[in-house]
């Protein structure tokens, strides 16, 4: 069955360091892969793609992803973090085939000045 | 601008009431999603439309109730038999094609009282 796992629930960094947020992806069939962002009480912006042309995806707000199909892995970097930044973000799988989108449990990303 | 429209930003129920939450869309998509939210679970799949006057069970459909009678209207009703319904309910949307990703709305927050 096809599963979402992002590794820590909370991430602390200060501002203007590396920002790292961890997923891992298990599907059986090629993966569409997602990374979303939420702010309190919002609902939840698109940041991110891939979409198997590159592995390397450029997303919003200077974020990106790098798709390595051996570690079934799918993590989000930003290099220098900004107050701004701080918000839920939740990894995303989907597959073709099938319907229905599989969210991780989402990591809060805590920036201090 | 195209988006989802949910309505009321938040709500209050009493025990064994039923209320309906809104979920409009002006996106052209033909998909349709009910996501419920709770603190450190992600997200959840309630109901899911694919194509008017079609509905589809998720995760967690037990207790709401969904119609499907116009392209752009997607609403939930959450009805008494769901005995925990505090939450915060996301609704979304995608064109047939998943590989775009979701659009959400900015979410109704439902409280017990």
């Known amino acids: 069955a096809q599963s979402v796992t992002q590794l820590g629930s909370h991430v602390s960094v200060s501002e203007g360091a590396l920002v790292l947020l961890r997923c891992n992806y298990s599907s059986s069939v090629p993966p569409y892969l997602f990374w979303y962002v939420q702010y309190p009480n919002q609902g939840l912006q698109l940041l991110l793609k891939y979409t198997s042309a590159a592995t390397l995806v450029k997303g919003i707000n200077g974020f990106e992803a790098e798709f390595k199909k051996s570690e079934t892995s799918f993590h989000l970097t930003k290099p220098s973090a900004h107050m701004s930044d701080a918000a839920e973000y939740f990894c995303?799988?989907?597959?073709?085939?099938?319907?229905?989108?599989?969210f991780g449990a989402g990591t809060r990303l805590f920036v201090k000045a | 601008d195209g988006g989802i429209t949910q309505s009321p930003k938040y709500l209050f129920r009493k025990e064994g009431q039923n209320v309906t939450l809104s979920c409009e869309q002006n996106l052209n998509h033909d998909a349709m999603y009910w996501y419920r939210q709770d603190p450190g679970q992600g997200l959840r799949l309630i109901y899911y439309s694919q194509i008017v006057n079609d509905f589809q069970k998720g995760d967690i459909a037990e207790g709401y109730s969904v119609s499907r009678e116009k392209k752009e209207s997607f609403p939930l009703t959450v009805t008494s038999a769901q005995k925990n319904p505090t939450a915060f309910y996301l609704c979304?949307?995608?064109?047939?094609?998943?590989?775009?990703?979701?659009?959400f709305g900015s979410g109704t927050r439902l409280t017990v009282v």
């Open positions: 979304a949307s995608s064109a047939t094609d998943r590989f775009y990703g979701y659009t």
């Open positions: 995303a799988v989907s597959y073709t085939g099938g319907f229905k989108t599989i």
